[in-house]
């Protein structure tokens, strides 16, 4: 049986890499970090009573910030490969935490090579570094490609552009199995809630459900390459299983502005969206209901631009190219656009319907 060690476990990659790698007949090992609440939410479904027999999923406490454990983990674990997952992951906190950012993003990485290099693991354990389209930043040539040249625009992408360098580096000096997957954007009902998907499809099934009056965005111009998260997690996996260690874009290859994410996520509960104004004062109406289950008053202002979520530098424009991993890998991905949108709405709808029933039967549940 191959054992996977995944940092970053508690996150959405982490969670569906996980239920990939069970699946596939892995023993799976993940680094969580001491919260002041329960935070395996999104791996709750997959975790077994440590006293039962053939346990084949195990957490261990620990955090990229910290060397001693890194190693101390990894020596206890003796893994097959390695999913560097863990991350601060948001760009725009990335401006408010830069320090810590370079910590747990950069040097993470290091340590986790080093701790391979140092226990002599290098002939077993395969690397996974997750890397990001966040590298290319300010448009150098679309679409990107492995060959494309990196200008990071935020803390989060300079940290990254260590963690991708510091993994070829050990690659080369080391001969070691490190691989980077160039990830593009990629989406779930299990995303975190203050991505920009997400953010819209919970505002838009609160909206509807007269939860909420308005959504309050930053940039709606900004163009994002967005895929499915359970797409790329297989990649992940098929970027470790090959002879030769080497990189590779992961991507749809179709790009689409905020804006037309939030008149799918809308249009996906037969809400149709009048934009008027630009920039900082674009706002957006409610053009039509079709959908007699939501009563919402035609003309209602439900879309207002907030500044407060511009980012000091922005990253424009996204289009990855995966031809690579398309020939290589032999990787496409199954969900288009349309579906990862119907299945993020569907998802929050029905939560925020149960939330309210919990709610009005005077039972307190979640965010
Ligand atoms: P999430 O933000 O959902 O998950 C990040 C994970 O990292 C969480 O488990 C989090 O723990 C953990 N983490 C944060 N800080 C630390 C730390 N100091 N030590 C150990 N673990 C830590 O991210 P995603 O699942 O979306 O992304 C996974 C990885 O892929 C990240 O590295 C991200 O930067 C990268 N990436 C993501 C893309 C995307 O579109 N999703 C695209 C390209 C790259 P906790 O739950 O406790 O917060
Ligand atoms: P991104 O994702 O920065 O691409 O990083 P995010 O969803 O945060 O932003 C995408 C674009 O939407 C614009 N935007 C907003 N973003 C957020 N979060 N909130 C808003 O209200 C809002 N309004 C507009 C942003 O300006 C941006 O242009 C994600 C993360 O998962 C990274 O870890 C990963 O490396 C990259 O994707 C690839």
């Known amino acids: 049986m191959k054992k996977a060690l995944i940092t970053g476990i508690t996150g959405q990659d982490g969670a569906y890499l996980a239920e990939f790698l069970l699946q596939k007949g892995y023993e799976v090992h993940g680094i969580k970090r001491r919260a002041s609440l329960f935070n395996t939410d999104r791996i709750d479904h997959l975790y077994k009573d440590q006293h039962e027999n053939n346990v084949n999923f195990v957490l261990h406490y620990g955090d990229l910030s910290d060397s001693t454990n890194i190693i101390r983990i ?69 679409p990107q490609s492995e060959n494309t040249p990196f200008y990071p625009r935020s803390p989060y992408a300079v940290a990254k552009l260590y963690g991708y360098w510091i993994t070829v580096n050990y690659r080369e000096a080391y001969n070691m199995y490190a691989c980077n997957g160039i990830l593009f954007n990629h989406e779930s009902p299990l995303r975190g809630e203050t991505f920009v998907t997400r953010k819209i499809t919970r505002a838009v099934a609160q909206i509807a459900l007269g939860q909420e009056d308005c959504l309050y965005l930053g940039n709606l111009d900004a163009q994002r390459d967005w895929g499915h998260a359970k797409d790329y997690v297989e990649a992940m996996w098929l970027i470790l299983q090959q002879e030769k260690a080497e990189d590779f874009v992961i991507a749809t290859g179709i790009t689409t502005p905020v804006r037309e994410f939030v008149k799918m996520a809308f249009g996906q509960v037969g809400i149709s969206l009048e934009f008027k104004g630009e920039g900082a004062n674009e706002e957006g109406f409610v053009k039509s209901c079709s959908n007699p289950q939501y009563q919402l008053e035609i003309g209602k202002k439900v879309l207002a631009v907030d500044p407060v979520y511009y980012r000091p530098t922005e990253v424009d424009l996204l289009i990855g190219d995966p031809t690579k991993a398309k020939t290589k890998l032999n990787w496409t991905p199954k969900y288009s656009l349309q579906a990862l949108v119907e299945e993020m709405v569907e998802s929050d709808v029905e939560y925020f319907k149960n939330r309210s029933v919990f709610n009005k039967a005077g039972i307190k549940i979640g965010k």
């Open 74 to 142: 990894i020596q206890e674990v003796q893994p097959d490969e390695i999913y560097n997952l863990g991350a601060m992951s948001h760009v725009k906190v990335s401006f408010d935490e830069p320090e810590y950012t370079a910590q747990v993003d950069g040097i993470g990485t290091l340590r986790i090579l080093e701790a391979v290099r140092l226990l002599g693991l290098t002939d077993k354990t395969r690397i996974y570094q997750a890397s990001t389209s966040e590298l290319y930043g300010l448009v150098q040539e679309v």
